[in-house]
């Protein structure tokens, strides 16, 4: 169970995706809700229940504008935050955050910032079977090796668990990872006839096709775009028992460290300190 309330949580969440698709909309950008946010929409026409992030994907070109032009187009209480504009970003993926808000995700994982979408770009992959295993295996490495960077290193205590995240922050910089993944997603060129990957934890694989035109689909009573073929997306991501409830004690929840909806996170003085 999350120690905060989830639904207001989700409403806040609400609140900051309607001012980014409203940016994506008049600038034509491309985005689709993915992952629990797209199951949610189909399964529950809105967040599942106990779901408490948002996940989008952005085709690399689209991904590349937002950087670009974050500052100008977005409203001035929202931030795009990634590892290009902020050398001590430690995640693979940009967050679309609200600047009014705090928000700490784990006690021994220090990143200060504020309620947040998730915002993963969507890069090309090889179509080689075995080229692409290596391919993926390589960007693995580095993804674990910038959590392990960034993580408190004693998080479980000063012995041999300790040894491998002090070993990372000895052998690597939070910055030269960030330019390792940057160089594997771009690794092969993002193409509408081709195949499309998630770089993330799980590197979800697509034909480009599955994502295609960004369709409109009902979410919390508005509209926001999901791929053009939902149904081949939820199959791939979820299996065939996607509109069926998970047991509850698989309800996962990410019951954050801290959370404040009315103070600024450049304003935070709290008790949590980067390790």
């Known amino acids: 169970m999350a120690g905060y309330d989830v639904r207001k949580l989700q409403l806040r969440l609400l609140d900051i995706l309607v001012d980014f698709d409203r940016v994506c909309r008049d600038h034509g950008l491309r985005y689709y809700m993915t992952y629990g946010t797209m199951l949610g929409a189909v399964r529950h026409k809105g967040f599942i229940p106990w779901d408490d992030d948002v996940d989008l994907g952005m085709p690399r070109p689209d991904y590349e504008r937002l950087i670009e032009h ?3 187009w977005l409203p001035p209480h929202l931030e795009f935050i990634c590892a290009e504009n902020d050398p001590t970003y430690p995640i693979a993926f940009g967050k679309v955050q609200d600047a009014r808000t705090t928000l700490i995700e784990r006690k021994h994982y220090y990143y200060l910032g504020g309620i947040y979408l998730d915002i993963m770009p969507i890069d090309g992959i090889c179509r080689q079977p075995l080229r692409r295993w290596f391919h ?13 960077t ?5 998080r479980h205590g000063h012995g041999v668990s300790s040894w491998l995240p002090r070993l990372c922050r000895k052998v690597f910089t939070v910055e030269g990872i960030q330019a390792k993944i940057r160089q594997i997603l771009l690794r092969y060129p993002y193409d509408e006839k081709g195949l499309t990957c998630l770089y993330d934890d799980k590197q979800a694989i697509f034909p480009m ?9 009902e979410f919390e009573g508005h509209r926001f775009f999901g791929p053009e073929q939902v149904v081949p997306y939820l199959l791939a991501v979820f299996g065939d028992t996607y509109m069926q409830l998970p047991p509850e004690d698989k309800r996962h929840v990410h019951n954050f460290y801290y959370l404040d909806f009315d103070h600024s996170y450049h304003d935070y003085h709290g008790q949590a300190e980067q390790p």
């Open 136 to 148: 993926r295996q390589h960007y693995h490495f580095y993804f674990r090796a910038l959590y392990l």
């Open 209 to 217: 096709s599955v994502f295609g035109t960004p369709t409109p689909i």
């Open 70 to 72: 974050c500052r100008e």
């Open 150 to 154: 960034h993580r408190d290193p004693y």
